[in-house]
Each structure stands twice: as C-alpha cells, then as structure tokens.
C-alpha cells in the first residue's frame, strides 16, 4: 500500500525557487545520516568487490547498464530517501514506485541489482541492504564508464514502503521549467551547482522520443542557431522521432557525441543549444538560467571542475536519507519485496 510521506513538496517551495534561481543559498536538509566508509568492515568485507565485479560484467556486455543504474539510484533518493524503495515490485499490498509516470517503461537496471543481491545474500546473508548495493552500484557505474571515483558512505536500511504518490511528485521531467526542477532539488536539500552537475550524468544514457518530441519539434532550432551540423542531427533525430504517428519509445542518446564516455561532452553541447531535453537545455537558454548558465560553461571547458563537484553531488544525493527507515528499516533478502513477501532466493 502506498504511504504518505512528509517528504511530498509543498507548492510554496515552486516559488521560493525563483529566488533562490539568483543565488540565495539555502541550508542542506540532507545532512547527519549514520552512514560510515567502514560500515561492512567486518560484517562483509568483500562487498565492495562483489559490486564491483558484477557491475563490471553488466558495463562491459552493455555500457547502457550504466546509465540505468545511475538512474536508478536517483530516482530511489528523491522518493523518501535512498533506502531501496524504487526497487520494490507490486504486490497485492505494496503499490510500488516502478509504474510511476517518469518510470514507467523508462527505468532500467533490476536486474542487475537482483544478481549483485544474490551474490552478497550468499556472501553475507541479510547484511547489506539493497538501498546501499544501489549507492554502490551507480559509483562503480560512473567509474566504469569513464568517470570519477568517489568513497561511499554506507550503512542505509532498506523501506518497507514505497510511495507512487511521491515518485510521480518528487522527480523532474523533460519539459518541466528550470525553476520547477531547481525547486526538486532544492527540497531533497541539494543547491543549483548539485542540480546542474547532476544533470550531467546525461552525459551517458539514452531518452525516449516521448521525452523529447516537444523540444525537437519546439525550440531546438531556435537555440541550435540552424548551423549545418546541428540541421543535421536535427534532421536525424526527427527521422528516429516523428512529429506524429507514434515512435514513443524510439531513443536517442542524449550525447551525441560519446553516447558511452562519462565526460563533459553532454555541457558542450548545452552551449551550442543541441540539448536534447528541454531540461537540459533550459539550463543554458533560459532566460531564467542566470545562475546555472554560468556552471554549464565552467563544466563545458574544465571537465575536472565537473567530475569533482559530481563526486560531491552524488555523495549528498546518496545521503538523503528516509528517517523512516533508518529506524524501522530492514535488509531486505529479496530487493523487490519487503520481507514479510520475500519468497526465498
Ligand atoms: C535535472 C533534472 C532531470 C530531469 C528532468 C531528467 C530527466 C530525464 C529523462 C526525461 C530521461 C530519459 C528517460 C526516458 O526517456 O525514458 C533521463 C535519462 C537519464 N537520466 Fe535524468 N533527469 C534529471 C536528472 C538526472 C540526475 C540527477 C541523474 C543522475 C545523477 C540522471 C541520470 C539519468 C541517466 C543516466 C539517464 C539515462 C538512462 C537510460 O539510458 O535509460 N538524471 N533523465
């Protein structure tokens, strides 16, 4: 059954963020989880290397399993916490996060989870919580694909709840307004730099026709400025798209130009306007985008400036925590069932 959660936004907090749009800094709420660099030391020392290895198996048979991963792990943070309930399947009692709007045919990844899982249940049984197999995971992503390493504080516990309410509240969409989306991150305790460098992890991963339909058939040309490469891909991405007629889940890599390299390459193309989403792009074009235009510039020419303030994006996003659960959480057995449902693994 779906839960309520104090973590749904309130309205107000849309407002508020076209001040701080400008620069008003704001306190973290995402501050003082229990988590610790050592937490598995001694209850399951291989942890890190089980994650490892099975990611690397996924990375190398298809480097897209990096960016559902990546994914994944934000979309279980920004609905109560990082604590594994964007994992969780239907069940008759359980309505879960998986068909949710943004989700829905979108999020990808499972089962890789599902098998990392595995490997550590028989490791080290009902030790490590899914909700931290995921942190890992999308660290061991990003690395594997080109991008930067960081230390991931662990100790999460596992929901026994999921909320779709929240899913379909909390996260951002394609053709949301930069304000809106600022106010999202905002209220998850992240600033304006976290949510331009997290928006990075664009640069992997691919999008569905359905989510940038508008922006190839709306302003693209307007911001591209109609040079002939950009008519070019335009013309390209309007082939894999049509205007109508369906092709909903045709996609399209939101790099271009190295679809499967962890890099800046994604903020360079914001500056010549060939965003593929509108979100993307409303980052650099916006007349809004006092503030956040400035950061795709610097990320666009110092690819280090970036992957350092991704490291410390993603670590602040992985601490979110759902205060829920990291008091009535659990390790769950199975990661699609709480478990009082787990059938046996
Ligand atoms: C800033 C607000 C954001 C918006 C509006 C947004 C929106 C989207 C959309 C619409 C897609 C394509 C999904 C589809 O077509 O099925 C996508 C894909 C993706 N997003 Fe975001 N996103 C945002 C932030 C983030 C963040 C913070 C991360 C991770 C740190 C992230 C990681 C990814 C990745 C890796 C993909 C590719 C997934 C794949 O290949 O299937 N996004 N995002």
Redesign the pocket.
């Known amino acids: 059954m779906a839960t309520s959660s104090p973590r749904s936004m309130p309205r107000f907090s849309q407002f508020v963020a076209l001040f701080l749009l400008f620069g008003f800094a704001i306190t973290s709420r995402a501050g003082d989880p229990p988590l610790t660099l050592d937490y598995y030391k001694s209850s399951c020392p291989s942890v890190l290397e089980i994650v490892r290895k099975e990611m690397e198996c996924a990375v190398l048979s298809n480097p ?1 399993n990096a ?2 991963i ?2 994944l ?2 979309h279980d943070c920004f609905v109560q916490g990082c604590d594994g309930s964007v994992l969780l399947d239907d069940t008759i009692t359980l309505q879960g996060e998986k068909k949710a709007p ?1 989700n829905i ?2 999020l ?1 990844g499972f089962r890789i989870i599902d098998r990392i899982k595995t490997m550590l249940e028989s490791e080290c049984p009902g030790v490590v919580s899914c909700a931290d197999i995921l942190t890992v995971a999308a660290r061991d992503a990003t690395l594997l694909v080109g991008g930067p390493y960081w230390d991931v504080p662990l100790g999460r516990k596992d929901s026994r709840t999921a909320s779709y309410e929240l899913a379909a509240a909390n996260l ?3 053709d ?1 307004s930069l304000p809106s ?1 600022i106010s999202k ?1 905002l209220y998850q305790g992240l600033s304006v730099t976290d ?1 331009v460098a ?2 990075g ?2 640069t ?5 026709c ?2 940038f339909r508008a922006r190839i058939y709306g302003d693209f040309e307007a911001t591209s400025g109609k040079s002939p490469a950009s008519e070019a891909n335009l013309g390209h991405l309007r082939s894999i798209c049509p205007s109508i007629g369906g092709g909903d889940n045709n ?1 399209a890599p ?1 790099d271009r130009v190295t679809p499967d390299l962890f890099d800046n390459s994604v903020y360079q193309l914001l500056q010549q306007g060939e965003g593929l ?1 509108s ?2 792009q409303e980052m650099y074009s916006s007349i809004l985008a006092l503030q956040t235009r400035g950061i795709v510039k610097k990320y666009a020419a110092d690819q280090i400036a970036f992957f350092e303030q991704f490291s410390e994006s ?1 670590v602040r ?1 992985g601490n979110i925590t759902n205060p829920e659960s990291s008091v009535n959480g659990e390790v769950r057995k199975n990661c699609r069932f709480i478990n009082t449902w787990a059938p046996e693994i």
């Open positions: 897209r960016a559902l990546i994914r792990h934000f943004t045919n979108s990808g951002p969409t394609a949301e989306i991150f949510t997290l928006a992890a664009h992997v991963g691919m999008a569905r359905a989510n996609i939101m989403l979100s993307d993603m996003m």
